[in-house]
T-cell receptor, first 116, second 112 residues
């Protein structure tokens, strides 16, 4: 799985958009970009994933650059409850012959602090 | 619908003991994965089981073992506990062999 680079920490004011960047310059054509977050002492929570098109769901939007070397997770209206560690992960979804399909390789992530 | 459930939520063991952690996946999910999260680090992959067969194993010693039952629930066993095994053990389930994982709240193991 490709390695990702994220800033160690970011701040955001409540009600504003939080834009979390992720670099994955060695991503392969069949690797998806996944975002998870982990609120203190809880299990990671799936947010969104995409291959090359921008994606949006009820939680967030994912913007992937055309060359797929970087992406941005957007929380449109951050709340205090969005304070968490955000992990950007790239992973092959269609494994073949011995590929560990369930494996996510977590880095250090970005600690997002939303303040009043 | 119930999410991924894990038990026990907290436990304390001493060095050399054995521990069994349990996980019930989301109904209909056939894949279960286990992760270890040491304080201050991201989760690390231990095992994945799909349709009761081991599909992947991370870089963990043979003291770690797991299995999946016909109802798709799973157990993680750790023998000869070391102080360094103190961690949050996370179980995740998924509908397919790939795709998004849904995590439980974890079992926090403390080894004294």
């Amino acid at each position: 799985d490709a390695k990702t680079t994220q800033p160690p920490s970011m701040d955001c004011a409540e009600g504003r958009a939080a834009n979390l960047p992720c670099n994955h310059s060695t991503i392969s054509g069949n690797e998806y970009v996944y975002w998870y977050r982990q609120i203190h002492s809880q299990g990671p929570q799936y947010i969104i994933h995409g291959l090359k098109n921008n994606e949006t769901n009820e939680m967030a939007s994912l913007i992937i650059t055309e060359d797929r070397k970087s992406s941005t997770l957007i929380l449109p209206h951050a709340t205090l409850r969005d304070t968490a560690v955000y992990y950007c992960i790239v992973r092959v979804d269609l494994g073949a012959g011995g590929t560990s399909y369930g494996k996510l390789t977590f880095g250090q992530g970005t600690i997002l602090t939303v303040h009043p | 619908d119930a999410g991924v459930t894990q038990s026990p939520t907290h436990l304390i063991k001493t060095r050399g003991q054995h521990v069994t952690l349990r996980c019930s996946p989301i109904s209909g999910h056939k894949s279960v994965s286990w992760y270890q999260q040491v304080l201050g680090q991201g989760p690390q992959f231990i095992f994945q089981y799909y349709e009761k067969e081991e599909r992947g194993r991370g870089n963990f010693p043979d003291r770690f073992s797991a299995r999946q039952f016909p109802n798709y629930s799973s157990e993680l066993n750790v023998n000869a506990l070391l102080l360094g095994d103190s961690a949050l053990y996370l179980c995740a389930s998924s509908l397919r062999r790939y795709g998004e994982l849904f995590f439980g709240e974890g079992s926090r193991l403390t080894v004294l």
